[in-house]
């Protein structure tokens, strides 16, 4: 047995069921030009010898992440590079797709970490801007940062002992 359904109010709940979809899930939306999304595989493509890696980089990470890597992360590196010297690896994001917003189609933010000296990881947050119309990385902005959370900032020298004083509420 069938029950006739208005088709006005199948489509309007259709429509309402895809909205409440896209307001639940975190928004994925396509923002490179397609001039910028040519640029970004070849770039992909240059860095990544095995196929399947590739593939899987392409179908996994989000678009944030792949220009993070690929873009913007060699920027970042000659970037940092003209102010300290001794830096020698970069990494943008936090590791698992997080700490990278892609703000346009010519600006992703977030943040990062250098490695200096061999063993020091220094934090700092990031702009990195893009040209539209070729995909190119046209400039890349940090800023150190002296209090990331969860980096404990260590610094040589002796240890200074403070006085501490307990108080106790009266019994």
Not at 60 to 84: D, G, Q, S
């Amino acid at each position: 047995m069938t029950i006739p359904v208005n088709c006005r109010m199948r489509r309007s709940g259709m429509m309402v069921a895809v909205a409440l979809f896209m307001l639940a899930s975190p928004l994925r939306a396509e923002m490179l030009t397609s001039v910028q999304q040519s640029y970004l595989e070849q770039a992909m493509r240059t860095q990544i010898k095995n196929d399947s890696d590739f593939q899987s980089i392409r179908a996994e990470w989000t678009e944030a992440h792949k220009v993070a890597e690929f873009l913007c992360r060699p920027a970042a590196l000659n970037a940092l590079r003209k102010t300290h010297q001794e830096v020698d690896k970069v990494f943008l994001g936090d590791g698992k797709n997080g700490g990278l917003t892609l703000l346009s189609s010519s600006q992703l933010t977030g943040t990062g970490q250098y490695r200096a000296g061999g063993i020091n990881w220094v934090p700092f947050s990031f702009r990195c801007t893009l040209s539209p119309s070729t995909g190119a990385v046209t400039g890349f902005d940090y800023r150190l940062k002296t209090t990331a959370p969860g980096a404990r900032v260590m610094a040589p020298g002796p240890v200074v002992r403070m006085k501490h004083y307990m108080v106790r509420p009266p019994l």
